[in-house]
């Protein structure tokens, strides 16, 4: 690729926009994963009777477990948010910037 073209598409606005938009929403969603796993991570350290404690009286099954896959569940939930969007908003955007970028 010629250095005009890359000179090109970083100045492009629409590339711009695209670069800025898909990092805040990355880091967005990162903070999001990050806050529930420390939270889920920090409540085992400090109080992990919250999550022993049985979810009805006599009951096996922990307070924990249920939490524990909603922590897994909610990483595939965020993952197929950032996964819809890139797919529609930021694919239609690259499709745009490329065809600037060729002269269409």
Same mark, same amino acid.
């Given at each position: 690729m010629k250095q005009e073209m890359v000179d090109r598409i970083k100045n492009d606005p !629409?590339?711009?926009h695209l670069v800025k938009t898909r990092s805040k929403f990355a880091w967005t969603l990162t903070i =999001?994963? @990050?806050v529930i796993y420390f939270g889920f991570v920090l409540t085992i350290a400090f109080d992990p009777s919250i999550l022993g404690t049985p979810l009805s009286a006599g009951a096996v099954t922990t307070v924990g477990i249920? =939490?524990?896959v909603a922590v897994i569940v909610? %990483?595939?939930i965020l993952t197929?948010?950032?996964v819809r969007r %890139?797919?529609?908003?930021? !694919?239609? @955007?690259t499709a745009k910037i490329k065809a600037k %970028?060729?002269?269409e």
């Open positions: !629409d590339f711009i =999001v994963m @990050l249920p =939490v524990g909610s %990483a595939f197929g948010i950032y %890139a797919n529609g908003e930021f !694919d239609e @955007l %970028a060729k002269g």
